[in-house]
């Protein structure tokens, strides 16, 4: 079964923290992307990737960091530089680079202050 | 002033209505357009994909994109409570990655 696998559901942060969030996926694709989620807001992108060992900034990628060391997996840590982390993390991936593609989405994680 | 626009809802409709939702853009050169589907606490999934302008129809569902007015719809026939979810709008002109709208929460009462 393809797919994408976004790990812990569920994450919680204590101060001064950093964490990381787990995203996984085997369908071959090239770009992976974490987006940020808030109530009532739509989908902003954190960073992205389009090909292993290359990543680049999206909108909001203050106080994150990701890495893209294997084609399959592409983790995001929320380091203690990000003031207000509280949100809802989706991991997504494409065919290809950006032309046009279509997103196929993990399950997210609710990362949460403690 | 947000490059997409959506009415986030809720919209409150009956079983069987049908259903408009509707974005507004100001890129003129977006030229992809999506419309995904999320249930509470899961992640969005792919429900239509146009590129440019027109109409496109998947069962119960038609995106329609006027390019000229900046404006885009998903339209529902016999909406059924399943549907209730938050639709998400995106688009990209095809260099950069998607632009959400901040999604609009639909319930359909049985």
């Known amino acids: 079964d393809g797919g994408i696998t976004q790990s812990p559901k569920y994450l919680f942060r204590k101060e001064g923290q950093n964490v990381t969030l787990s995203c996984e996926q085997n369908l071959n694709h090239d770009a992976m992307y974490w987006y940020r989620q808030d109530p009532g807001q739509g989908l902003r992108l954190i960073y992205y990737s389009q090909i292993v060992n290359d990543f680049q900034k999206g909108d909001i990628a203050e106080g994150y960091s990701v890495s893209r060391e294997k084609k399959e997996s592409f983790p995001l840590t929320v380091t203690s530089a990000q003031k207000n982390p509280t949100a809802f993390y989706l991991c997504a991936s494409s065919i290809g680079p950006l032309q046009g593609e279509k997103l196929f989405f993990g399950s997210g994680t609710q990362l949460s202050v403690l | 002033q947000k490059e997409v626009e959506q009415d986030p809802g809720p919209l409150s409709v009956p079983e069987g209505a049908i259903v408009s939702l509707n974005c507004t853009y100001s890129?003129?050169?977006?030229?992809?357009f999506m419309w995904y589907r999320q249930y509470s606490r899961k992640g969005p999934e792919l429900l239509m994909y146009t590129y440019s302008s027109g109409n496109k129809e998947d069962g119960r569902f038609t995106a329609q994109v006027d390019k000229s007015s900046k404006y885009i719809s998903l339209f529902i026939r016999d909406s059924q409570p399943s549907d209730s979810a938050t639709y998400l709008c995106a688009m990209t002109e095809g260099r950069r990655a998607l632009t959400f709208g901040s999604g609009t929460r639909l319930q359909v009462q049985p």
């Open positions: 890129n003129s050169a977006f030229q992809y």
